[in-house]
């Protein structure tokens, strides 16, 4: 069975201080993996994919990285308006193709 | 665009009522999905859609129905609401053309109370 564990459960940071938020995953198979955000109240929005180990991609203050067997997603200078839960979710290759989503990363970044 | 639009956003219901949660999008996407999150767990999945008149159950599909007779909606329903069904649901899309599923946009999500 595909597996997603996600540490820390919260994470509280001053402004700047950089850090990592981890993703640890068992799939038969990898086809994807994925990083979303979700503010209080709404809907998760889709942050990165990253497809084989030794992948990067960045996008702003964000770097998602990815090895065999966990994924991170480092956070550099963060500021206020970063402060959102992280999900990582994994879709596994062959067979059914469903996404299995951790249940996240709750960050929050003190001004 | 809108985007995925969810309606109602909050609905509460007394134990055995039923209920339909509709779900549209307007990026042509073939896939759509219903979730459900609770508190502790991560995003699951109840019903997922392929096509236009297809339907197909998720992990947790007990005491839900779904139909998507037009691409751009997908309904859930629930026919005898259970306290256990309390919960945000929430509907996705994707486009499946490089077979890659997780890149999915969410809707704002409905928070149903079943009392």
């Known amino acids: 069975e595909d597996q997603v564990t996600q540490s820390p459960e919260a994470l509280r940071l001053q402004e700047g201080e950089s850090s990592s938020l981890n993703c640890s995953y068992t799939?038969?198979?990898?086809?994807?993996l994925f990083w979303y955000r979700q503010d209080p109240g709404k809907g998760p929005e889709f942050l990165f994919t990253l497809y084989s180990a030794g992948e990067e991609k960045e996008k702003e203050r964000l770097k998602a990285t990815l090895t065999k067997k966990e994924s991170f997603l480092h956070i550099t200078a963060p500021k206020p308006e970063d402060s959102a839960t992280y999900l990582c979710?994994?879709?596994?290759?062959?067979?059914?193709?469903?996404?299995?989503f951790g249940t996240g990363t709750k960050l929050q970044v003190i001004p | 665009n809108a985007g995925v639009t969810q309606t109602p956003k909050f609905r509460v219901l007394k134990t055995g009522q039923s209920m339909t949660l509709l779900c549209a999008q307007d990026m042509n996407h073939e896939y759509m999905y219903w979730y459900r999150q609770d508190p502790g767990m991560g995003l699951r999945l109840i019903h997922y859609s392929v096509g236009e008149g297809t339907t197909a159950k998720g992990e947790v599909p007990d005491g839900y129905n779904v139909s998507r007779l037009k691409k751009q909606n997908f309904l859930l329903g629930l026919e005898s609401a259970a306290p256990s069904q309390t919960s945000v649901y929430f509907c996705a899309s994707s486009e499946p053309g490089t077979g890659i599923l997780g890149e999915q946009f969410f809707g704002p999500g409905t928070r149903l109370t079943v009392l």
């Open positions: 979710a994994v879709q596994a290759s062959g067979g059914y193709q469903k996404v299995t």
């Open positions: 799939v038969s198979g990898l086809r994807g």
